[in-house]
Each structure stands twice: as structure tokens, then as C-alpha cells.
């Protein structure tokens, strides 16, 4: 294939093909647990594209189910009619969802579902006759997508600086990353009540009777991997219960079986309100998402005499065809070759193989769970993400696919991972960090 040498027209700030202006990067084709690249070369996918490709590439079931949809019915609006396949997945869907969860409102990407959430959120309180409810409740660190109610609950501060105040009366709870946890979660006591009681500092700062919502990654994912104390998420519930308040999961990276279970609300036995979804429901390969939302929130829409005028919203492509039909073919993939729960499975020789490189040079703290992982690496002074973007160059040389987010080196694998693939990865890993500069 033939790599195009004006790089201009397609504009994406960060791109990291805008560096690599004289050698351009790119992929060609892919298959399972690999990339092909524009220099002929295999490269193993540590990160399943973008935390999405929880099946592989190209599984062949997936790819034939939008060939022959695309063939068969092309478009039909969800607004006026639908079709058949929109009606199955959503109940397939609910059917790997927690119990008490029997309701999805389709969306396009993660940025979407996060927006459809914070929206039905207030709209639920005004139908419930709580209209008072307006404030929302976001997590430092938290990443939520690029849409303005995503990155006003997000917690990143250099994707808001630019845009004034976005959502007005949104609180932030502290991030969840402590220099303590060292990773091994697995039994360490509860302590992550203490750090979500926060959230009584903020609702009492306000009165309870005005915040509607927290919305929290379970894990937090593109911020570097930041996994909850015991007990955090189960505190969060409690309090936001006792006042009240909705809990959203965004469960964007954390759904469809990342952690060994179809979603983190089941690995952590905690049942939020809502749960955000996207990437992995139709393994990365069609943009589609979908908002889980409790029984008790769909039916105080539905009972209620005035619910469609009320909240209207919706997408041109909310639960289209081909969406759709790749939606099936990968919960079917999934069911088939058990990928919800084999995160769990792996875990223990992932978790190994991950802490054995913990003499490697420059690592700092590594973190896994599920089949997440994270390197976070000493970064250079005065020049943060920088030996964590070499490593990330010369990883890519030597065959191997993973992603940065400052200084840590954050995985994802397919879930369909070897163990010998599982070494393969470690191994270069430690070439690489041994020789970074
Ligand atoms: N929420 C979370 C937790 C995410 O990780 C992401 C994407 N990485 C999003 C939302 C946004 O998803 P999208 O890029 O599909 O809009």
C-alpha cells in the first residue's frame, strides 16, 4: 500500500504522524493479535487498537456480518421505524449487563454516551419533580471524552483551560492514584472509604439537593491507569444512595470484559446508575456506544404521562444497521470464545509477567489489573512524557505496539492474548526500557 506523503489535510493535533513527517507510520492491515505496517513488518497490538479491539483484528465473523448488512439494509431510522438488529443487540446487550439494568440508549462513541448520560441525569431528576439537581460531580484524572460535558466532569485541566466554564456547578473528587497501592490490589485491606468520603465534603458544600450525578471510570483508563483502593467504588455508591444521587460508571474502557467480567459494576460488585459504553461493543471496528441505564431511571421516563416531550434526544445513527449487526457479531464472538471473563483467566501470569520487570531501568511503579496494565516510568526533568514517547518509538521498531499517557506506558492487549504473546511483549518491554535513555 502506498503511503501518502501530504500528511496536512487530515488534521488531528496530536497525530503522531506529525512528527514522523519525513517517514510516515502507518498500518495496513491487521489480523488478531497484529498489525501489518507500511514497511511490511508485524507488530504485536498491546493496546487492542485504542482500548477497543477486544477480539482481534479482523475476526472474520465480525467482518462478514457488516459485509452482508451493508448489502441487505444500509440505513433505517431509529426515529420513524428501526430495525430488527438494534431490537437484538439491545437485548443481548442487557442480558451480560448487571441485573436491574434492562434499558440501553444507543449512541456513536464514548464521547456520546458520556453526553447522553449527564443529560438523562438531569432529566431524570426533573421528571422525578427534583429539577433542583443540576450539579454533577466528576474525579481529577478523570477521562470522559472530548465533548463539552465530558471534559467539564473530566479531570484533565488542560482539555478545559481553553473553553471558559463549560457546565457550570461540577465538583471534582480527588484522583485515586496512591503512591502506596503498588498494584498487587489483591488483598490488601480496605482503605478507599476514607478517599471517597470526599464526597460528603462536596455534597456538604452544596446540599445534597443540588447535585445530581458522579460520574467515575471505575479504573481510570488514558490517565495512566489508576486503580481504586478496596472498597472506593462501594463508598461512592453508598453515599451517593444515602443523598440521592446517581452514579455513572464510564465503563468505556472497562466494559465488555477487560477485567474478566462484562463489566467492571460486576468485577467490583458495585451497581451504578447508569454505565457509559462504547469501544469494545462492536470490537473498535464501527463507531457505536450505548448508555445501560437502571430500571428505576428508564421507567420514571416511561411511566410518566409527559416522558418523550421531555427529554428529547437521540442520533441520526443511534443503533444503526450495520452498527447494530457488528454489535451482534461481536457479542457472539465474545460469548463464543468465552473473552468476557478471560481477563481473569490471564490474570495471574499477566500480573507476573508485568511485575518481573520491575528491576527494568527507569520504572517507577507498575500496575495491572484485569488485562490492563501500566509502567510508569521516571520521567526526565523538565521534559514529561518524553523517555516514556522514546520507549514508545523504539517498542514500535522492535514489533510491539503499546501507548503512553505521560511517563506511564499504559496496556490493553486483545483479549484473545497468548501467554507466549504475553512474553513476547514483556520482553521487549524490558529491551526497551533497559536501553532507553
Ligand atoms: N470515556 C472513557 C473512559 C474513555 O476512555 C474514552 C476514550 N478513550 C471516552 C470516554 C471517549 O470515547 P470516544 O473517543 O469514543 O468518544
Known amino acids: 500500500t502506498?503511503?501518502?506523503?501530504?500528511?496536512?489535510?487530515?488534521?488531528?493535533?496530536?497525530?503522531?504522524?506529525?512528527?514522523?513527517?519525513?517517514?510516515?507510520?502507518?498500518?495496513?492491515?491487521?489480523?488478531?493479535?497484529?498489525?501489518?505496517?507500511?514497511?511490511?513488518r508485524e507488530v504485536l497490538d498491546g493496546t487492542a487498537g485504542?482500548?477497543?479491539?477486544?477480539?482481534?483484528?479482523?475476526?472474520?465473523?465480525?467482518?462478514?456480518?457488516?459485509?452482508?448488512?451493508?448489502?441487505?439494509?444500509?440505513?433505517?431510522?431509529?426515529?420513524q421505524m428501526g430495525h430488527p438488529k438494534a431490537f437484538q443487540l439491545a437485548n443481548r446487550l442487557v442480558d451480560v449487563a448487571p441485573d436491574g439494568m434492562d434499558h440501553v440508549f444507543f449512541t456513536n462513541s464514548g464521547s456520546e454516551s458520556v453526553e447522553t448520560a449527564l443529560k438523562i441525569a438531569l432529566a431524570y431528576h426533573k421528571v422525578k419533580g427534583e429539577g433542583s439537581r443540576t450539579r454533577l460531580v466528576g474525579r481529577e484524572r478523570g477521562y470522559h471524552g472530548v465533548n463539552f460535558g465530558g471534559i467539564s466532569v473530566g479531570g484533565?485541566?488542560?482539555?478545559?483551560?481553553?473553553?471558559?466554564?463549560?457546565?457550570?456547578?461540577?465538583?471534582?473528587?480527588?484522583?485515586?492514584?496512591?503512591?502506596?497501592?503498588?498494584?498487587?490490589?489483591?488483598?490488601?485491606p480496605e482503605h478507599g472509604g476514607d478517599l471517597a468520603d470526599e464526597l460528603e465534603r462536596i455534597v456538604a458544600l452544596h446540599d445534597a439537593s443540588t447535585v445530581a450525578a458522579v460520574i467515575v471510570e471505575p479504573v481510570a483508563g488514558s490517565t495512566g491507569v489508576l486503580i481504586p483502593p478496596k472498597g472506593y467504588l462501594k463508598r461512592l455508591r453508598d453515599i451517593c444512595t444515602k443523598h440521592g444521587i446517581l452514579l455513572i460508571f464510564d465503563e468505556v474502557i472497562t466494559g465488555f470484559g477487560r477485567l474478566g467480567s462484562p463489566f467492571a459494576a460486576q468485577h467490583f460488585?458495585?451497581?451504578?446508575?447508569?454505565?457509559?459504553?462504547?469501544?469494545?461493543?462492536?470490537?473498535?471496528?464501527?463507531?457505536?456506544?450505548?448508555?445501560?441505564?437502571?430500571?428505576?431511571?428508564?421507567?420514571?421516563?416511561?411511566?410518566?404521562?409527559?416522558?418523550?416531550?421531555?427529554?428529547?434526544?437521540?442520533?441520526?445513527?443511534s443503533g444503526n444497521p450495520i452498527a447494530s449487526a457488528a454489535g451482534l457479531a461481536t457479542l457472539e464472538t465474545y460469548a463464543e470464545e468465552g473473552l468476557l471473563t478471560r481477563a481473569a483467566e490471564m490474570d495471574s501470569y499477566w500480573a507476573d509477567a508485568l511485575h518481573s520487570l520491575k528491576d527494568a531501568k527507569h520504572v517507577i511503579d507498575i500496575r495491572n489489573i484485569g488485562l490492563i496494565g501500566a509502567i510508569e516510568l521516571e520521567g526526565i526533568a523538565g521534559e514529561p512524557t518524553k523517555r516514556a514517547f522514546s520507549c514508545f518509538l523504539d517498542a514500535y521498531e522492535r514489533g510491539l505496539l503499546i501507548r503512553t499517557t505521560g511517563d506511564t506506558i499504559a496496556l490493553?492487549?486483545?483479549?484473545?492474548?497468548?501467554?507466549?504473546?504475553?512474553?513476547?511483549?514483556?520482553?521487549?518491554?524490558?529491551?526497551?526500557?533497559?536501553?532507553?535513555?
Open 412 to 437: 490493553s492487549p486483545p483479549l484473545i492474548i497468548e501467554k507466549s504473546h504475553i512474553d513476547q511483549l514483556v520482553d521487549t518491554l524490558r529491551t526497551v526500557l533497559n536501553e532507553a535513555a
Open 50 to 79: 485504542l482500548w477497543c479491539c477486544n477480539a482481534g483484528h479482523c475476526r472474520p465473523k465480525i467482518t462478514e456480518a457488516i459485509q452482508q448488512q451493508a448489502g441487505e439494509l444500509d440505513y433505517a431510522p431509529a426515529f
Open 156 to 188: 484533565i485541566v488542560a482539555n478545559r483551560k481553553m473553553f471558559g466554564t463549560l457546565l457550570t456547578g461540577v465538583d471534582h473528587l480527588p484522583h485515586t492514584h496512591l503512591p502506596d497501592q503498588n498494584a498487587f490490589t489483591r488483598g490488601e
Open 2 to 40: 502506498n503511503v501518502p506523503n501530504d500528511l496536512n489535510a487530515f488534521w488531528m493535533p496530536f497525530t503522531a504522524n506529525r512528527q514522523f513527517k519525513k517517514q510516515p507510520r502507518m498500518f495496513v492491515g491487521a489480523k488478531d493479535m497484529h498489525y501489518t505496517t507500511s514497511d511490511g
Open 269 to 317: 460488585d458495585v451497581m451504578p446508575d447508569m454505565i457509559t459504553t462504547a469501544k469494545g461493543l462492536t470490537n473498535g471496528v464501527i463507531p457505536m456506544g450505548a448508555v445501560f441505564v437502571s430500571n428505576e431511571i428508564h421507567d420514571a421516563f416511561m411511566n410518566g404521562p409527559e416522558h418523550l416531550i421531555e427529554f428529547f434526544h437521540g442520533y441520526t445513527y
